[in-house]
């Protein structure tokens, strides 16, 4: 029997029916137990206008307290649920991917909450997985996925079997965090030309809001977007370039970054995929770039929701529901988009000429720079006393191929805020961190220069 597809990420809780249908839709729902026959449908049109009376984190609030969850919470769980998947059978299998944030009590309630409404729940998909092995990719894959709340990042192996190795998250940080800090740029943007704060009305505020994602998602294709809001004493007009955009965004990004930097060896080769929904965050990219050696692939947005839908329905004789972390690398059932970033890389593969530390430029020379308490030659000299630095920390080898950074203490050298485990070669542009909380380096090149090119 064919199988409807969930995917259950609340900043897009996708469902892909027998059909092949498909319907995608933010978590922001009414949340106002007195009126039951609202309870769990979209209420994005007037997120703003009656905040108290709508839920954004019911989601995030039970990955987080699992069993413990709030009655409150539950309820809106299952009137979304309801809402969502009103149109099909009680007998129609259910295979539901989740992101990396649900844990098995998490997952306890949602099945829970699904056997309520009648809903036949066959099994549990690891949604990174799920999504590698039916994308065809090999080798290791970091899958990044923004709810409304949090970053997630999940590291996938993949040789026969596609299995889930490590995860990591940052809650407080996600989809309602950059649309606050975008609202607040423009709502700046409109206080300085005209004194009118559109914050301060509701209306205003919707209208703003309503409009977003097409304001931000234009700033990053054409670089700069216009935005127009009616108010008593006319039309008031602000433009925002991309830049601003990405400034007023520049924490949040550090944050998915993060979870990416504890994933990831520093310069190892690993695919990263993302939805394409995030090409339209302005700025992001570029940020990417930084994750020099990493390819980086794009997935159709609900792409969880049909790969769940296509897997064959099996359900377990004693009732149970199995959680699925690992899955067979099959044909691809979407073969994903990889972007070249090398239009987004602000260091142009350059190899850098000198290390710059505390405003002293030392030259990298041909051979080997050691850095470290204790230097021989005319090493990186950074002084006694300074707390997790060795008497040799590691060293740049300088060749007719680039620049190499070599760690050789235990006690951690971090590249672009990514910790070194191995040989690494290094770019014009990147800094090291060494020791705690830490010595930074900048390695720069001079006069437009490079110790050849690195790759």
């Not at 006319?234 to 965004?249: I, K, M, N, P, Y």
Request: negative net charge; charged residues 20%.
């Amino acid at each position: 029997m064919t199988a409807v597809g969930v995917y259950l990420n609340d900043a897009g809780l996708a469902v892909t029916g027998q059909d092949q249908s498909f319907s995608v839709m933010p978590s922001i729902v009414h949340s106002d137990p007195a009126n039951f026959d609202s309870l769990g449908f979209s209420a994005r049109h007037v997120a703003r206008l009656t905040p108290r009376a709508v839920s954004v984190d019911h989601w995030t609030t039970l990955t987080r307290a699992g069993l413990n969850v709030t009655s409150s919470a539950r309820s809106i769980i299952q009137g979304e649920l309801r809402a969502r998947l009103v149109d099909r059978s009680v007998n129609t299998p259910l295979q539901c991917a989740v992101p990396a944030v649900f844990g098995p009590d998490s997952l306890s309630v949602v099945l829970a909450l699904m056997r309520r409404e009648g809903f036949n729940v066959h099994a549990f998909h690891d949604a990174a997985s799920l999504m590698v092995a039916s994308a065809g990719l090999g080798g290791t894959t970091i899958v990044l996925e923004m709810g409304l709340g949090y970053f997630s990042a999940t590291r996938v192996d993949s040789d026969q079997e596609v299995r889930r190795r490590a995860s990591t998250t940052r809650y407080g940080a996600g989809v309602l965090a950059l649309h606050q800090c975008w609202l607040q740029r423009i709502a700046e943007a409109m206080v300085l030309q005209t004194r009118f704060d559109p914050l301060h009305d509701g209306m205003s505020e919707q209208r703003l809001y309503d409009d977003l994602e097409k304001t931000y998602s234009t700033a990053a294709s054409e670089g700069a977007a216009e935005i127009g809001l009616s108010t008593p004493n006319g039309v008031v007009r602000v433009t925002l370039s991309r830049d601003q955009f990405a400034e007023a965004a520049s924490s949040i990004y550090s944050e998915a970054l993060a979870v990416l930097h504890e994933l990831r060896p520093a310069g190892s080769r690993t695919n990263l995929l993302l939805d394409e929904q995030y090409l339209q965050l302005p700025g992001f990219l570029e940020r990417l770039a930084s994750l020099r050696g990493c390819r980086v692939f794009v997935h159709s947005t609900g792409f969880a929701s049909r790969a769940a839908a296509a897997e064959q329905a099996t359900f377990d004789a004693d009732g149970s529901v199995t959680i699925h972390r690992g899955h067979v690398l099959r044909p691809p059932l979407e073969i994903p988009k990889e972007i070249d970033l090398s239009d987004y890389q602000s260091a142009n593969g350059l190899s850098p000429t000198h290390a710059l530390v505390q405003g002293t430029a030392v030259e990298i020379l041909p051979g080997v720079l050691e850095v470290g308490r204790n230097p021989q030659g005319r090493g990186l000299r950074l002084g006694e006393g300074l707390a997790g630095v060795s008497r040799l920390h590691c060293s740049l080898q300088c060749d007719e191929s680039g620049v190499t950074l070599v760690p050789h203490s235990t006690q951690g050298t971090w590249l672009n805020d990514e910790r070194v485990s191995g040989r690494v070669r290094v770019s014009s542009g990147d800094q090291l961190r060494i020791g705690s909380p830490g010595v930074v380096i900048e390695l720069i090149a001079v006069g437009g220069g490079g110790r050849g090119a690195s790759s």
